[in-house]
């Protein structure tokens, strides 16, 4: 179980250590509580606030509010953090926010209200607040919003002598850095060198001379999920950013990048299963239902155009109940292999390896897929209705019925994606209505009206 | 569209750029070739190789395999490695692997048949196949096998101008390294120290003072899913990897680390869909059959299963053909509602979200969800049906069989996944037929059920 996997941790959040802070907040034992969370990491914190009972939680920010740091608050998810940040006083509340990147304070600024957004601006002082202020003026998910502007630069003569004496007289580094970035004299970034080579190259040496073979710049209005292709495909560790006229406007982490590609993973995830993206566990049972009921609504009108189908043959299944009795294995194979071409064509097309070049030669091999897979479990089936009610030519009309929604579960499969990619629409998104009417259809269309043709 | 976003980068795999390399490999125009992918990143000529047809792919590789390096190697989906490794003369590939850091030795190694491997291995010195030999001695998606056995360590007492002139006068480094690592005399890592504070602390200050407040370590037989769940749990950028004993044997960092969540994601993504989890455009219409007849055939038995429940109530269809028309909306909205249940289950299981602790309350939630669901469609969809066919009481059990469908649906799309977790099986590869199994045969039962007992 997951709860074991982590006491192996000696500072994690085990089940013992859980039923302790829970017994602590009972007793409203503050100085017991304080030893339970001291030692824990800033990201276990947040995942206790977001695994206990709701009152549970009102319980423990009304005793330990004060303590939340801004590492805490970073770590918390969007769904309990306008909760925990009004729990806390607005000084406390200062405090936390005034030791973050800008990256970070953006993160959480983001979600709240403007009340909230306010107060944590102005817990800022004047520089980080200019520098927060314009970060949450590139669009939402864009690279703006994701850079931090914290870093660290060289003109591109410099030695690494004069770069190393310049890092010990500065007050003030960011948190996490990897690079120096070398600017020309209008702040353009020209490359870069790592603090490896920098460590292991003598005074003399010129940075310029021991720069990344490799490297690459993002602008500011990029959208994040590019940034995140960008970081796992070329596997960068940091990246400049750019504005529109090529200057150096911050950089970004591949923890950032790490983030953004997992947010994408579990975005496309729901997505495909129709389930509001941001869905978590915090989510209320009302939340729950309205980020579900859409799709369900969806899914309702795909399942009556199904029936209207059925309906048109009606006649045919009054005089033979054995077509009612088989025909939703049909649909569901169907709905199945649609599935799997679909999640194939979604998941090449999110990591970009499928495009219009390849496109053809992909929808072909989908089809014979289809095609073979149709043919294997179309003689299954025939095989087994067949024996089950003795028609020899029912038998042969579920078998070709099932060979053609397979190979129109293919083809929609991964056609439908790729319509809808090139429409602008994401693929996750919207994918799933539109590959299982087309497999519910051509179903049971082709199994009943075969039927009615063959058997009638 | 793809490419067109991917144009943009001066060196990208852009159209233009793969239709003059196709041209030039078309003409057996190697000079050309060499103009053209030389300035390509190595993760873009891997893309190139995995894109285009499989002729011109052995095309281009009887044309260029010799100037093959390390980086494309690794770069290169485990599908056509081997196709392009022994294209390759020999000693290319004895050259391309002497590049590389274990870990990427390692990578490569783990696909390949046995001579290929042997191959390799001989083209190594002693020190480096020895490493990469003991690397392949952990098991199979361990932390053994991805971390890199090349490691920047420091004993305790070293003062920050001792570590500067001993990197500086260290001959070889590793490509890639973010800290040192502080080693008592038994080489157990207690601490690290990131080089952007090396970097701006003076000559005179100690090591261990300047160390990271948080520090971890992972054990070498660890499973990658835990590396990469504790790298992005806790931002970690490097981890040192430890024996059994507790002795520092390697480091792993972030950018295997985002490999490994991004082939768990995949690999969730494609189980869930009952896709074979090592899927990838490359593979033949009979790879891709194989991998997908599994699922189909599991999914055959589940929906024959169904329809024995339909064959029970054959008597009451003839009665009412109505029913036949209807009973597939039921089980489609148990089977959409039981797949955005199980998603939900299945990621808070992966993200370690849902623990023992928070279950009953996730499972008491998702039951409420269904039932407000299963009431709302149950609605509509009852007043639906009583307009068509213009019978009340049908319109009374289709609606609650809604009902009862939803719940069950819920119900076993958190328990089932948390069933298959606490016995040891992956929920994102086995959660699917059993829970459309419930649904199916809880939807027709249902359905058909209330309709004999009411109806009939």
């Not at 859980?18 to 017991?32: C, N």
């Not at 059925?310 to 033979?320: H, R, V, Y």
Request: proline letters at 4%; a negative charge; glycine letters at 6%.
């Amino acid at each position: 179980m997951a709860d074991d996997r982590r006491s192996e941790d000696e500072d994690g959040l085990d089940a013992r250590r859980v039923s302790a802070i829970l017994a602590a907040i009972e007793a409203d034992d503050t100085s017991a509580l304080n030893d339970l969370l001291e030692p824990l990491h800033p990201a276990d914190v947040a995942d206790l606030l977001e695994q206990i009972r709701p009152d549970a939680r009102r319980h423990l920010l009304a005793l330990w509010s004060r303590e939340i740091d801004g590492d805490i608050l970073s770590e918390i998810s969007d769904a309990i953090r306008e909760e925990v940040i009004t729990s806390m006083p607005p000084e406390a509340v200062a405090e936390a926010v005034r030791d973050l990147d800008t990256d970070d304070v953006v993160d959480i600024l983001e979600d709240l209200e403007e009340p909230a957004q306010e107060a944590i601006l102005s817990a800022l002082d004047g520089v980080d607040r200019v520098a927060v202020e314009q970060a949450m003026s590139y669009p939402e998910y864009s690279a703006g919003r994701l850079m931090q502007r914290e870093v660290v630069v060289a003109p591109l003569h410099w030695t690494v002598g004069e770069m190393i004496d310049h890092l010990r007289n500065t007050d003030w580094l960011p948190d996490q850095f990897y690079h120096v970035i070398l600017v020309d004299p209008r702040m353009k970034p020209v490359a870069y060198v790592t603090l490896g080579r920098l460590l292991s190259a003598r005074r003399e040496v010129a940075l310029k001379d021991i720069v990344e073979d490799s490297f690459r710049t993002i602008e500011a209005s990029e959208p994040e999920a590019d940034v995140a292709y960008l970081f796992n495909q070329y596997h960068l560790i940091s990246c400049p950013v750019v504005d529109a006229a090529g200057r150096l406007v911050g950089v970004i982490t591949i923890d950032d990048a790490m983030n953004v590609l997992d947010e994408e993973h579990q975005e496309d995830m729901l997505r495909m299963a129709g389930v509001d993206d941001e869905a978590t566990l915090a989510d209320t049972v009302w939340e729950a239902t309205r980020g579900r009921a859409l799709w369900l609504f969806v899914n309702l009108l795909t399942a009556i155009l199904a029936s209207l189908v059925i309906g048109l043959f009606a006649d045919t299944i009054d005089q033979m109940v054995a077509l009612a009795v088989l025909m939703p294995i049909v649909a569901s194979m169907g709905g199945n292999a649609g599935t799997q071409s679909m999640t194939v064509a979604v998941r090449a097309l999110a990591t970009r390896d499928l495009t219009p070049r390849n496109a053809p030669r992909v929808i072909r091999r989908e089809v014979a897929v289809g095609a073979l897979n149709g043919a294997v479990f179309g003689l299954i089936m025939a095989l087994v209705a067949g024996f089950w009610f003795g028609m020899p030519m029912l038998a042969v009309v579920i078998g070709l019925a099932m060979l053609l929604t397979l190979m129109a579960a293919a083809l929609g499969g991964i056609v439908i994606p790729m319509a809808l990619e090139r429409a602008g629409i994401d693929p996750a998104l919207a994918s799933g209505p539109f590959v299982t009417t087309v497999t519910d259809v051509v179903g049971f269309f082709a199994f009943l009206g075969l039927a009615t043709w063959v058997l009638m």
